[in-house]
């Protein structure tokens, strides 16, 4: 099965594998900016269905939550299915939540469709992933998952201000609509763009539950975790800090963030490339660049110059480590791809949630506000030596099988 998947793949020309990865970065868009939409949209959304802003937050707090948990769940209920019909499945039931969305009439239903989004979220994301490595060419298994993965980030720079401007403009509704109809696009194009690559060999739930549970691959998820975490403990708070320590307007606030943003795209494809000529040392230099950027933000951010130089090399950081993260879940996997990839996007959601909860004790304890950063920093730094336990654990491994051959 797996000689068959390789010559299927080696026999995609170039415009057909580089039409394949497109359409699957065109997918994690629409997905990242759906996840993203209601944080810029919670003041109509209140105002439109009478409830308070931090009950409309669980808009937010909700979809997360069903990431985490659905998509793990999902991944190894369907893991035998091929995975085209992983993604045109999926993808049709995060069309249906985003419809649901659209029409909702109260915020009970609207909180329904978002929960349905979701829960295909996470099985999405994860077959995606998998799906790039497969479609790439032997040595590029990276770049096509940076690639792809390049649509989130993207996502971010344009995707959630475009639909927070469409929103205040046209009414919340209306980016929803748009998101649920390039969805419905991306799922059309997947039925026919996407190759039906053969399935490797799955092996049983049981099995597929007995490799994610191994120490070493649960290092991997941790190293997720606080490599994440550790990025969104202090960028949850970075338009405060930004606007009560460095002083910007709220005009140039938002240049900073598109800084960001720019930094985050080039470091995800750089990362990426990298990563297929030397994976760890690629996570561990993208690591250790995290942990100092924030560190050094702590005082760049007192001067508005050396502030904007920091964020763009933060962002540069930030992102160097998600391609070489998801190839080395991949290889820890063996014969629980989906289920495993989609662990690992519970646990960047994990790290999301675990990073702003740390931000925000920071806040409120005598530390403040400036504090957050170095605070940050500190929590990569445990990312890095979960790495370096992940390489001692590797190399422990290959000395003990090579003391059996």
Not at 132 to 151: D, F, H, N, Y
Request: charged letters at 10%; one cysteine or more; glycine letters at 12%.
């Amino acid at each position: 099965m797996a000689d068959s998947q390789k010559l299927l793949t080696n026999s995609l020309t170039n415009r057909e594998r580089t039409a394949a990865l497109l359409l699957l970065t065109l997918t994690v868009f629409a997905i990242g900016t759906a996840e993203l939409l209601p944080m810029g949209l919670l003041m109509p959304i209140a105002n439109e269905t009478g409830v308070s802003i931090s009950i409309t937050g669980m808009l937010v707090t909700g979809y997360a939550l069903g990431v985490v948990f659905g998509g793990p769940v999902l991944s190894a209920i369907t893991g035998r299915l091929p995975r085209k019909i992983i993604l045109s499945l999926f993808l049709c039931i995060f069309v249906i939540g985003g419809i649901v969305s659209t029409v909702a009439p109260s915020f009970g239903v609207l909180l329904v469709g978002r929960i349905i989004s979701s829960l295909a979220h996470g099985t999405l994301f994860g077959t995606m992933i998998v799906t790039a490595k497969e479609l790439a060419q032997p040595g590029k298994e990276g770049r096509s998952i940076a690639l792809v993965g390049s649509g989130l980030t993207v996502s971010v720079i344009l995707g959630a201000p475009l639909g927070t401007l469409l929103g205040h403009q046209f009414g919340w509704r209306f980016p929803f609509l748009v998101i649920t109809c390039l969805s419905t696009a991306a799922l059309l194009g997947i039925m026919k763009l996407i190759p039906p690559l053969p399935r490797v060999e799955v092996g049983s739930l049981k099995r597929q539950l007995r490799i994610v549970s191994r120490p070493s691959f649960l290092l991997v998820l941790l190293i997720t975790i606080f490599g994440t975490g550790g990025t969104f403990a202090a960028f949850t708070y970075i338009t405060p800090i930004l606007e009560g320590i460095s002083g910007f307007s709220e005009g140039w606030i938002t240049i900073v963030l598109l800084i960001f943003g720019v930094g985050s795209f080039i470091g995800n494809i750089v990362g990426g490339r990298l990563a297929d000529k030397q994976l760890m040392p690629t996570l561990l230099g993208g690591i250790l660049l995290l942990a100092i950027s924030m560190a050094i933000f702590t005082w760049a951010s007192h001067d508005k110059v050396a502030t904007v130089i920091s964020v763009f090399v933060w962002g540069i950081a930030s992102y160097s480590i998600i391609a070489p993260l998801n190839i080395l879940v991949l290889q820890k996997a063996g014969d629980a791809q989906e289920l495993a990839s989609a662990l690992n996007i519970s646990a960047f959601n994990m790290g999301n949630a675990i990073g702003a909860f740390i931000g925000g004790l920071v806040i409120d304890s005598s530390l403040g506000l400036s504090a957050v950063p170095w605070v940050a920093s500190l929590v990569a730094m445990i990312g890095i030596l979960l790495a370096i336990w992940s390489i001692t654990l590797d190399q422990q491994e290959y000395r003990k099988a090579g003391s059996f051959s």
